[in-house]
């Protein structure tokens, strides 16, 4: 049984253009957690999704960010126009529901670069 | 805004020594405590989830315990071993349904 998958696991990207990373949970999860480690920071919940819908995104910035999991294919967190500011670490999490006792596995991170 | 604070930041013992660090969390509508263990360069990985209070788990040579009326959890690790470095994260759902708040994580490493 496959882990949580990543990709890329390095991103690299200049001042404006487009980031995407994705996140292919575990067989038989159907909800998404993204969190971001910027430097010298702990874990930040960003967004969480359940197949096709946003449950929570409170922690995601309002501008620039959007993330979706749809139906088919893996959960996708989309920066537009990224900004040095957005160079951190973001790993995702799946779980086999969105109860507060059920673990969440997490994937390897991607580390995403804004130069 | 909740917080779960992580004492201490960081932690150097010598390989053999047991140690013990505390995650202190919000004590009123507790749902579940979580342990993680995050090594560098990997993902975290779940130690335990604890739900009911007075709660003890064991995995090896790492244990918690839960105070859920005082809001806090110990985490203990017995006769360390230099492959128990890593950071160790504990983290608190504030409803039975959200997303996890994450300490910022104690700093474990272990010198042979």
């Known amino acids: 049984n496959a882990g949580v998958m990543q990709n890329p696991r390095h991103l ?3 001042r404006g253009q487009e980031a995407r990373l994705r996140c292919s949970p575990m067989k038989g999860h159907s909800h998404v ?3 971001r480690q910027l430097p010298e920071e702990g874990l930040k919940f960003m967004v969480y999704l359940q197949k096709e819908n946003i449950i929570d995104e409170s922690g995601m910035p309002k501008e620039r960010f959007s993330a979706e999991f749809p139906k088919e294919g893996p959960s996708i967190l989309r920066i537009q126009q990224v900004v040095r500011g957005d160079s951190a670490a973001y790993f995702c999490a799946s779980s086999p529901s969105g109860f507060a006792g059920n673990e969440q596995f997490f994937g390897p991170g991607t580390r995403l670069t804004v130069l | 805004i909740l917080n779960v604070e992580q004492s201490p930041q960081s932690l150097h013992v010598q390989e053999g020594d047991s ?5 202190s969390f919000p004590s009123s509508n507790f749902y579940a405590l979580h342990w993680y263990r995050w090594e560098t360069a990997k993902s975290p990985e ?3 989830v604890m739900t009911l209070n007075g709660d003890e788990k064991k995995k090896g040579r790492i244990s918690a315990t839960l105070n859920t009326k ?4 110990y985490l203990y690790i017995k006769g360390s071993q230099p492959e128990d470095s890593a950071t160790y994260l504990c983290a608190f759902p504030p409803s039975g349904n959200t997303p996890l708040v994450f300490g910022k994580g104690t700093r474990l490493s272990v010198i042979a």
């Open chain 1, 12 to 14: 690299v990207r200049r």
């Open chain 1, 33 to 35: 957690y993204w969190y």
């Open chain 2, 19 to 23: 140690t013990n660090f505390t995650c």
């Open chain 2, 46 to 48: 779940a130690l335990f």
């Open chain 2, 70 to 73: 005082e809001g806090y959890s």
